[in-house]
């Protein structure tokens, strides 16, 4: 909801280290559902999407995990890098609704050297 | 990276002014969003457009009013400024609903 604390939930990893991120969605009826990257001082950055006629997507050193019975969704960063950490978030879409993504609030990665 | 331009970068101004902020696309995208960012939220949407003089409010308009006289740039206008707008905000575009959005750079606002 709308009353939470200021921090974000971390994650810390070691370089080469696979991270797994994780988000709750709230409405069953989203269909579309996207992971962003945001940088220190930059916009979010799209990584990956996934729809939710399909459990897992793949892309470049990532794989998104749908799990719709659960409404949970995951991150996977394989081999992580220093120039991954960053705060990731999740953003879903409820199907036939409006143009409007709903946002998570993040998870900060670090990635140690 | 999509061809998203915000300005200004940053922004401090005093309570009671108005203030605009631009975004420019060079995608020609039909939809366009306004976001603000603030520590414990979310990302959440102030205004978006489906086309050009087509707008709609998000969850967050109070105070805030946009336009969009043509398809490569979206207007966010804070008539009077106050100190609770006091955030980054984040332009947005996407071709289709059903697609990805892709974010400019942000402008940071402090309003004093």
């Known amino acids: 909801g709308e009353n939470v604390g200021l921090h974000l939930p971390t994650l810390s990893v070691q370089e080469g280290d696979n991270s797994i991120i994780n988000c709750a969605y709230s409405n069953s009826a989203s269909d579309y559902f996207i992971w962003y990257k945001q940088e220190s001082g930059k916009g979010p950055q799209f990584i990956i999407d996934i729809r939710s006629n399909m459990d897992k997507r793949q892309g470049q050193r990532v794989t998104v995990l749908l799990n719709k019975t659960v409404k949970h969704l995951s991150l996977q960063i394989a081999a992580t890098q220093p120039g991954d950490s960053a705060v990731y978030f999740c953003a879903e879409k409820e199907k036939g609704g409006s143009e409007k993504l709903v946002f998570g609030k993040g998870t900060k990665l670090t990635v140690n050297p | 990276d999509a061809g998203i331009t915000q300005s200004p970068r940053h922004k401090v101004t005093e309570t009671g002014t108005p203030v605009t902020l631009r975004c420019h696309q060079t995608e020609n995208h039909r939809y366009m969003y306004w976001y603000r960012q603030d520590p414990g939220h979310g990302l959440r949407l102030i205004h978006y457009?489906?086309?050009?003089?087509?707008?709609d409010k998000g969850e967050v308009s109070d105070g805030y009013s946009v336009s969009r006289s043509k398809t490569e740039d979206f207007l966010l206008t804070l008539e009077s400024a106050t100190s609770s707008q006091t955030s980054v905000y984040f332009c947005?575009?996407?071709?289709?609903?059903?697609?990805?959005?892709?974010f400019g750079d942000g402008t940071r606002l402090s309003i004093l």
């Open positions: 947005a575009i996407s071709a289709q609903p059903e697609g990805p959005q892709h």
């Open positions: 457009s489906y086309g050009v003089k087509d707008t």
